[in-house]
């Protein structure tokens, strides 16, 4: 009989104390049992670690690593990895949360032949809305199709992380991290990373990841460096798309975009002064 296979959850956070409970406890309830979870407490100030701590005591599967000082998502995703074991590797946000086969949809795509990476479809959770990404459909997707869809900004599998799964081996074997020189789309140069060195994609769209949305979450905070941060990590996509001439225009029209909403938000907040 075949050795089930195990899951590292990696959760990266820095002061979620009021979304935590949701999040563990969700990961906890999971059908399939194999996995590990890092908690990655990147020098949280408030309850937090309290709450994490709490957690180890009451499931042994759960584990803390406590970052010195606060050193941004992508080093606490690092840590995490390197702290990893067994197969597979997913990314879970501390202020999301996880229906109870998130786990188990992951490690019936992942078994499938071929598969370097599974993924699943989402909700976004409003403080009052629940909206559907995806339909019932699967779908098994190549290189290309797959690079199409992690840099596209819409649609039902785009540059997440917490909607997918991951060979660790893999991961291991490439030395894959996260840039820690930039603070957005990380999430985006990370999947394109991987999916060059990989062939074989499963998508399964019954939604299975709640991702809510906060008005004080970094994706949806605005200052004058959002969009030259976001010209950076382009820039890295860019490079290592080079020899994809298709993706290539892809990302020019991107930049394009976000430089003109650069502009754009410019000219609003000289407007105000």
Known sequence: MMAEKQF???VPVYNLAPYLEQCLASLQAQTYTNFNVWLIDDASTDDSAAILAAWTQKDNRFHIWRQPTNQGVS???????????GDYVCFVDGDDWCEPTYLASFS???????????????????????????????????????????LKPSGDIRGFLWNKCYRLALIQRQQLTFDEEITLLEDQLFNVAYVLQTHCFYYAA???????????SAIHKWSPQTLPEELKAL?????LLKQQPKFSRLLADRRRKTRHDLAARLRDELTKK
């Not at 080093?75 to 074991?85: E, K, L, M």
């Not at 990476?117 to 995806?134: E, H, I, Q, R």
């Not at 019954?206 to 004080?216: G, L």
């Open 8 to 10: 590292t959850v990696i």
């Open 75 to 85: 080093a606490a995703r690092n840590v995490g990895i390197q702290q990893a074991s």
């Open 235 to 239: 820039d890295r996509i860019q490079r």
């Open 108 to 150: 019936e795509q992942m078994a499938q032949p071929q598969a370097d990476m599974a993924m699943c479809g989402y909700y976004t959770d409003w403080p009052s809305l629940k909206v559907l990404f995806g339909s019932a459909e699967t779908q098994v997707l190549d290189r290309q199709a797959m690079l199409t869809n992690v």
């Open 206 to 216: 019954a939604p299975q990841y709640h991702y809510v949305t906060r008005n004080d």
